[in-house]
């Protein structure tokens, strides 16, 4: 079974300084593993998304990401946070196996301090 | 730009009330998803659609139906309201295949007192 864990409910940064929302994955095959941002009463928007090509994805709004397998791991970084940037994020795997269902992680709220 | 509506965004119904949430998309995707997203709990399927009148049960079913009369379109069919229902319910759609992005709509706030 496919599963996603957020190792951080929150997580606060001041503005400028980097940002790192960890998030590990549990897979029986080679997943797709994506990260969605949700801003406060807004739908959830794609930030990323890997799917076995290379293993840094770069995404939307200054976001990056890198696959490692060795440590089931696909975390979420920024160089410079922005106040913009205070969301809600999900780390989230889909795999073939399991019919490309999106299988979710709790989310992580990250606050940025002006 | 793909577009999933929710008709609804914020209902407020009785407890034992039957209660629809609409969802529409223009892009002709297969896939059709509802969620609920609850603090702590990230979100959760509840069913979803890979095709019109068919329907998959996801992780947590009980308690709703879903129908998939034409292809954009998705409802989540409450039968009989319960205060464990109130929730954010979020759609989603996506073309069928490995990989591909899911698009979300903006989400139904529901309140059942």
């Known amino acids: 079974a496919q599963s996603a864990t957020q190792l951080d409910s929150h997580v606060s940064v001041s503005e400028g300084t980097p940002v790192l929302l960890r998030c590990n994955y549990s897979s029986s095959y080679s997943p797709s593993l994506f990260w969605y941002v949700q801003h406060p009463n807004k739908g959830l928007q794609l930030l990323l998304k890997y799917t076995s090509a290379a293993t840094l994805v770069k995404g939307i709004n200054g976001f990056e990401a890198e696959f490692k397998k060795s440590e089931t791991s696909f975390h979420l970084t920024k160089p410079s946070a922005h106040m913009s940037d205070a969301a809600e994020y999900f780390c989230?795997?889909?795999?073939?196996?399991?019919?490309?269902?999106?299988?979710f992680g709790g989310g992580t709220r990250l606050m940025v301090k002006p | 730009d793909v577009k999933v509506t929710q008709s609804s965004r914020y209902l407020v119904k009785r407890t034992g009330e039957k209660v629809f949430l609409e969802c529409v998309q223009d892009m002709d995707h297969e896939n059709m998803f509802w969620y609920r997203q609850d603090p702590g709990l990230g979100l959760r399927l509840i069913y979803f659609?890979?095709?019109?009148?068919?329907?998959e049960k996801g992780d947590i079913p009980e308690g709703y139906s879903v129908s998939r009369e034409k292809k954009e379109r998705f409802s989540l069919i409450l039968e009989s309201a319960s205060t464990n229902q109130t929730s954010m319910y979020l759609c989603?759609?996506?073309?069928?295949?490995?990989?591909?992005?899911?698009?979300f709509g903006e989400g139904s706030w529901l309140t059942v007192v």
């Open positions: 659609s890979y095709d019109v009148k068919m329907k």
């Open positions: 989230v795997v889909s795999e073939r196996s399991a019919g490309n269902m999106l299988t």
């Open positions: 989603a759609s996506t073309l069928i295949g490995s990989g591909n992005t899911i698009y």
